[in-house]
């Protein structure tokens, strides 16, 4: 009897032991969307970066689902919803959460800052002054994606204050696959794109097409278009899983730097896409791209929202809306 108690009570603790190694999920469930500003988030799901990193920290066995979503709306409302633990998308999404959420979103980490372009097949359009009521400009989302964020700035700089909604009424909500199907179609009502790579080089490959604006010289740099970010309840129940996720991002980016021919391969082996490892590996090096966990220019996009009024609360600054695990990385 002594013995089977004694059984007994080692299995109480041993069970009680792996409960607290288990103390943290054991599944987690992450979104992206199309393009190479998610070229980080695919090489994570493709080397299986973060089961790496989530054994390395003693966490076990870790699944990680990944959804590929077109827009970042659907992406925010699957974060609200319970769905989601962490979304990648434009600062934009986390700007708009941080403030509905009352700080209860923030930002887990940068990604990228990848050149948006404004495209049109139209060629009497040189610069946004020469948009009719006749063009339609696809966006991933109205008003609040990134692309429609940019657009909003370059009109306040051509219109003035007034004239920043000028262009909504032309904007049509579409994925960046759909939306380059439409631009190169030559009689699709949509004429324009906000694109970006890889999208954007399939587009300009068409002589038809010309562009005519590009993000970085809306905000004067690099902006970033690829943000993560999760809710304060989830990452304050998983801390260690937080931070495998950082080091696996981490791991992601630097292997994208350090031989992106192989990144290349990788988003290739999981999107399908029709090109080359070279002509990928020519986009993600390109001049301007950037891939870092610093967060670019997100301040702007929170002063165009607060002055807007799409945000009630202007934050004092980035590091408001992100969460204080890179705050020591040079963000503005």
């Not at 409302?77 to 708009?96: E, F, P, R």
């Not at 909003?152 to 939306?179: I, Y």
């Amino acid at each position: 009897m002594r013995m089977l108690r004694a059984a007994a009570l080692a299995g109480a603790v041993l069970l009680g032991g792996l409960s607290a190694l288990r103390a943290e999920v054991n599944e987690v469930r992450i979104t992206r969307q199309p393009s190479i500003v998610y070229l980080p988030l695919v090489v994570m799901q493709e080397a299986k970066l973060l089961e790496k990193q989530a054994e390395a920290a003693g966490l076990g066995p870790l699944k990680v689902t990944w959804t590929t979503m077109n827009s970042g709306g659907a992406s925010t409302d699957a974060l609200l919803a319970g769905n989601i633990d962490m979304v990648t998308s434009g600062c934009s999404n986390l700007l708009l959460l941080w403030d509905r959420t009352k700080g209860e979103v923030k930002g887990v980490a940068g990604a990228s800052a990848i050149p948006m372009v404004l495209v049109t097949r139209n060629p009497a359009v040189k610069t946004i002054a020469d948009f009719t009521e006749k063009d339609r400009i696809a966006v991933p989302t109205l008003k609040v994606s990134m692309q429609a964020t940019a657009l909003k700035l370059a009109a306040e700089k051509t219109f003035g204050d007034a004239g920043r909604d000028k262009l909504d009424p032309l904007t049509v909500q579409l994925g960046h696959p759909d939306a380059t199907a439409a631009v190169l179609s030559p009689n699709h009502e949509i004429n324009s794109h906000f694109s970006l790579p890889p999208y954007l080089n399939q587009e300009l490959a068409d002589p038809r097409v010309h562009k005519v604006l590009d993000s970085a010289d809306v905000v004067g740099g690099p902006l970033s278009n690829g943000v993560v970010f999760s809710t304060r309840k989830f990452s304050d129940a998983n801390p260690k899983t937080m931070a495998a996720f950082r080091a696996a991002l981490e791991e992601a980016i630097q292997l994208i730097k350090t031989d992106p021919r192989k990144a290349s391969e990788l988003y290739l082996a999981s999107t399908k896409e029709k090109f080359t490892p070279e002509e990928l590996t020519a986009m993600i090096t390109a001049p301007g791209v950037v891939y870092s966990t610093t967060p670019y220019n997100t301040e702007k996009v929170a002063d165009l929202f607060a002055r807007s009024g799409l945000m009630k609360t202007k934050p004092k600054g980035w590091k408001d809306y992100f969460f204080p695990a890179v705050h020591d990385l040079p963000g503005t």
